[in-house]
């Protein structure tokens, strides 16, 4: 009996060794197409000149959290600590952690995600947008795979709604210089649409009396529901705001399906680290 004990631990740790090399060699791939897309930026520094047609909350909020002068953020690396929801209708919550690589021209990145199922039973996820495709993929160990899609279309609108949404992380790129249109709704919100390619998408951002975002929102996002992608009435809610590198941004959030039930969140998260490259 302690042989067969012993042979399956060492089988399980060869697994879970090679499964993390082999994801990681995945990883790299990804983020070198990520890297690959990348556009020049202009301008380089934030003009303040550039709010005066933008509708009032959305003027109050790049007032809040920029300095006129500020450098515009080209990437930065974000590391998350959090728990998921892997149960589509009732509540599994489980710790992960990950790391992400954010490109912000050509909008993209690569969200890189260890959900701790049970010890020892780590589900790799990969959650991205790359070169105007989107990308889902996760799998057991990193080798046995629970879900993959890769595409254009909805897939790919998905996945440019995360980037969008989570541009208050790194707000140089919701400027109008940086792709970024927004259309006044009321004092309190705003459109903000942004265009990559054939990906087009809008979302409804909601500012706080400390002129900060505290909320978006999507009419549809692709939901996976037993293999299949739903529309789906989507939204975010941030806070906790801080000060790094002269940016406020919020270091917790939390996002969540709309049912006709009500809110049903599947992440919620905090920012452990988040380091800027600027534009050069």
Do not use: C
Request: glycine share 10%; no cysteine; proline share 6%.
């Amino acid at each position: 009996m302690l042989v067969v004990v012993f042979g399956l631990v060492i089988a399980v740790t060869a697994a879970v060794l090679y499964g993390g090399v082999h994801w990681n060699s995945g990883t790299r791939a990804l983020r070198d197409q990520l890297e690959a897309a990348r556009l020049p930026i202009e301008p380089k520094v934030f003009d303040r000149r550039e709010l005066e047609p933008l509708p009032a909350p959305v003027q109050r909020y790049f007032r809040a959290v920029l300095k006129d002068g500020q450098p515009i953020v080209a990437a930065a690396n974000v590391a998350h600590t959090g728990t998921f929801n892997m149960s589509e209708t009732g509540e599994q919550w489980k710790p992960f952690t990950s790391n992400q690589r954010v490109v912000t021209r050509r909008p993209g990145f690569d969200w890189d995600g260890r959900i701790l199922m049970m010890p020892g039973l780590p589900v790799h996820v990969h959650d991205a947008y790359v070169a105007g495709e989107g990308i889902l993929h996760a799998a057991v160990l990193g080798l046995f795979s629970m879900v993959e899609l890769r595409g254009t279309g909805d897939v790919a609108q998905g996945e440019l709604m995360r980037f969008l949404a989570e541009a208050v992380w790194y707000p140089t790129a919701l400027l109008p210089s940086q792709g970024v249109d927004w259309d006044a709704v009321d004092d309190y919100s705003a459109q903000a649409n942004l265009k990559d390619g054939d990906v087009a998408l809008t979302l409804l951002f909601h500012f706080n009396e400390d002129d900060t975002i505290d909320a978006v929102r999507a009419d549809a996002r692709g939901r996976m529901v037993g293999g299949t992608v739903v529309p789906t009435p989507w939204h975010g809610q941030f806070w906790n705001y801080t000060l790094l590198d002269g940016i406020r941004v919020p270091l917790d959030g939390e996002v969540a399906w709309l049912l006709p039930e009500g809110a049903k969140p599947y992440w919620r998260g905090r920012i452990t680290q988040l380091n800027y490259e600027f534009a050069q």
